[in-house]
């Protein structure tokens, strides 16, 4: 079965701040311990995954932000 890759991120986030919640509510250290070496495990997963997406886009520097195209600005010429 294959997910997406902003499967993984979401899982990963939702990770990290459940150990942030546990770490308020004062979890026991061996608790937080644990999800935080499975959390650094899921981050270097997620990482794996961002980077060897087959992700391909028409966007180039040139098009710099999205809603605010630099080249399409008649103020900024």
Not at 15 to 23: K, P, S
Not at 40 to 56: E, G, P, S, T
Request: aromatic share 16%; charged share 15%.
């Amino acid at each position: 079965m294959k997910f997406s890759v902003m499967f993984y991120v979401a899982l990963t986030t939702l990770l990290l701040v459940t150990i942030t919640i546990a770490v308020a509510m004062n979890m026991p250290l061996g608790w937080v311990f644990y999800l935080t070496c499975i959390g650094q495990v899921f981050v270097l997963v997620m990482v794996y995954k961002v980077l060897r997406d087959n992700y391909a886009t028409d966007k180039t520097f040139d098009d710099f932000y999205e809603d605010h195209p630099i080249g399409q600005n008649e103020n900024y010429r």
